[in-house]
């Protein structure tokens, strides 16, 4: 061997020696701290976290984020938020409750709304309402109705002209075939002892086939007093 791959060699030897020398066990890989293979279910979070975990703290905090927002109900409990669409794409219309005391009873308030509804579009079919062109600023003809404890109409107080009489006479004929019911709820009736309502009623024309009849938007609302 020549002297100068002796001293190569030597050199190779001498750094391979250092490289063992600098290695120690903290560089070692460490074991796994679930040496099973595969996803772990943890039940204790306190094992996974410095900071003791308040269970009973945790469940607080979380029914009270599923509590009632009262603010926000009452937002939706407010006139005119008590509204839904009825009829349908060719005869549209709104419902709405107009006071509390209608959306306590909301079952006997629907029921009155539709039986009105009804009134409403079948009248609004025919020769005599068909024709109606009204104004765009129509207001709502607003009627208070009246109906004995037995549930049979007695009267009805026109309070508001809509603007045009074919109008107000077709809410009034309507009130006339709609408002009654048989067992209305005894905590519905006013302090007199009878039912009072506060209706209003309102069309808009909405879509004409032949430029001469017409399909209407209505809008019914009712109150309980």
Avoid at 134 to 151: F, H, L
Wanted: net charge negative; proline share 6%; aromatic share 6%.
């Amino acid at each position: 061997m020549s002297r100068y791959r002796a001293a190569a060699l030597t050199a190779v030897l001498a750094i391979f020696t250092l490289t063992l020398a600098g290695c120690s066990d903290t560089d070692q890989p460490k074991p796994l701290a679930n040496p099973q293979s595969g996803p772990q279910q943890v039940t204790d979070l306190n094992s996974i976290s410095n900071t003791p975990v308040d269970s009973f703290k945790l469940s607080q905090e979380a029914k009270a984020s599923l509590a009632p927002n009262r603010d926000a109900e009452a937002v939706l409990t407010e006139p005119p938020h008590l509204t839904h669409q009825a009829g349908t794409d060719h005869d549209p219309a709104e419902e709405s409750l107009l006071n509390d005391k209608a959306a306590q009873y909301a079952a006997f308030s629907h029921a009155l709304l539709e039986r009105l509804y009804v009134q409403m579009r079948d009248l609004e079919r025919t020769e005599q309402y068909s024709q109606l062109k009204v104004p765009e600023d129509i207001k709502p003809v607003v009627i208070t109705a009246i109906m004995d404890k037995d549930g049979n109409l007695k009267e009805l107080i026109l309070e508001q002209h809509s603007g045009r009489a074919n109008v107000d006479k077709l809410v009034i004929a309507a009130c006339k075939k709609a408002l009654w019911y048989r067992n209305p709820p005894l905590g519905a009736l006013s302090d007199d002892g009878d039912y009072k309502f506060t209706i209003h009623g309102q069309i808009q024309n909405f879509a004409s086939k032949d430029g001469r009849h017409w399909q209407f938007i209505t809008k019914i609302g009712l109150g309980i007093g």
